[in-house]
């Protein structure tokens, strides 16, 4: 699967599911060129902006490097007003855990 958008430049996976009707888009073995991201898994709301890695990850921008090689690893990734917000704590209720499961 390949997917760009204004938040992901050529994301590209071994595996996704598009739920159109939500907006949301659940990746599995994930690499993206911008930003230059590698997840396990990824799921993207493309209305609200935000995406949710979970699994190993690594996360490069500019001199900041952001990994995690814990399986249950999560980064919370907000987008908005030109710039990326990626935050390692993400609420346990977060809604965007219960797309996990679907692929």
Partial sequence: MVFSNRDFVNLRAEAGLGLLNEGVLIAK?????????????????????????????????????????????????????????????VPAGHRLFRYLGKL
């Fill in 29 to 89: 073995g994930v690499r993206v060129e911008r930003p230059n991201l590698t997840a396990e898994a990824l799921v993207v709301d493309l209305k609200g902006r935000e995406a949710l890695a979970y699994g190993r990850f690594s996360l490069t921008e500019g001199q900041r490097i952001l990994r995690a090689s814990n399986p249950s690893a999560k980064l919370l990734l907000r987008f908005g007003f030109g710039r990326l917000r990626a935050e390692t704590h």
